[in-house]
């Protein structure tokens, strides 16, 4: 595999906060704390030495304050892009005389402090937002109105994510905690009441690790000695609040089978170090995870999967064929996702064990897994 480097800096001195790519034609929407949404189109290289390029088509200014999240609807009829001060945006393209400019339809209004993150359902009939305000919304998109608010976190909820067939939805907050929801059809209470389509099923919070047994001198040691009761001892999974990133930004697998959740803390037992990492939660048992994924330096503040399906390769790896013979990633086919920190991004296929890393850069949301699908052949 071979790949290169786009840098694209016309958001001034301002951060990237978030980007996404237009589902059908690849044009990639950049967002950033200059109040701005940028579009650029992406060129691979022609030679063999040459580098991939980006162009820019359009400047989208509405927003009077950082934008920190934009998101595609699956069909790409619509962008939603999510800023300080609770500011939420959905446009549609409109096509004057060959040229294509986009036009802000709705405003929904709501939230009252910054939205740190948005998901479209499968269907493209409703959006999630997460915000600073502790909460997440549901959005009816034809209507323009909040569905239902989940208020279960006690702190920024910094991360949505849509589970592809729709059963669940996930979020992510710096309560440490990751809860996912499952879609129950209640009956309506009383007249009047809207019924609830989410409720939480799951909250992922914390593990139970064996404590250390205590040596015993031998000058100490006889017979009247009697054993002593080790109690495991329980810890967080997530990092808390002092996380050094507004996001964590988690992400269901195309197919739905897990679930990658960043921002994570291990440790093997009471007494090791913890490390950073990212967990996979499995759909068969969502209530913890079932697989971390060490490496990381600092902490893992993004994840994103590729969104295409690629075919399995022959492998004479041993390592490779017993992760699959375990039912690790038993699947008929291979997925391709990234763990992205402030500094380096780890790209991550379900057929092999050992992650590519990639270094030396500062990214807030992870363009590499996206952009393996315009550049690269697997």
Known sequence: ?????????????????????????????????????????LHQAAGENATPSAKFEANLSYHSAAVNAVRFSPSGEELASGADGGELLLWRPNNNDGSITWKVTKTLRFHPRDILDLEWSSDGSLLVSGSVDNSCIIWDVARGLPQQILTDHLHYVQGVAWDPAGQYLASVSGDRTCRIYSKKMQAKQNKG???????????????????????????????NTLPTKVTP?????????????????LAWSPDGSFLLIPAGIYKSSADSSPSNTTYIVSRKELSRPVLQLPGA????????????????????????????????????????????????????????????AVTGCKVFDCIFTRWLLHCCSF
Not at 193 to 221: G, H, M, R, S, W
Not at 237 to 248: A, I, K, T
Request: with cysteine.
């Open 297 to 356: 330096s600092k902490p893992v503040v993004a994840v994103r999967f590729c969104p295409v399906v690629f075919n399995l390769r022959p492998s004479s790896s041993k390592s490779e064929n017993e992760m699959h013979d375990s039912g690790i990633f038993r699947l008929p086919y291979r997925l391709v996702f990234a763990a992205a920190t402030l500094n380096s991004v780890f790209v991550y296929d379900t057929q092999h064990a050992c992650p590519i």
């Open 193 to 223: 009441q809207d019924k609830k389509e989410f409720v939480c099923q799951y909250v992922i919070v914390k593990t139970d690790l064996p404590a250390t047994n205590p040596v015993i001198p031998i000058d100490k040691q006889d017979n």
């Open 1 to 41: 595999m071979k790949g290169g480097t786009v840098q694209i800096a016309w958001h001034g001195s301002e951060p990237v906060l978030s980007l996404d790519f237009h589902p059908p034609s690849g044009l990639l929407a950049t967002a950033g704390a200059d109040h701005d949404i940028k579009m650029w189109s």
């Open 233 to 249: 001892v329980n810890y967080h999974l997530f990092h808390d609040e002092n996380l050094p990133s507004f996001f964590r930004r």
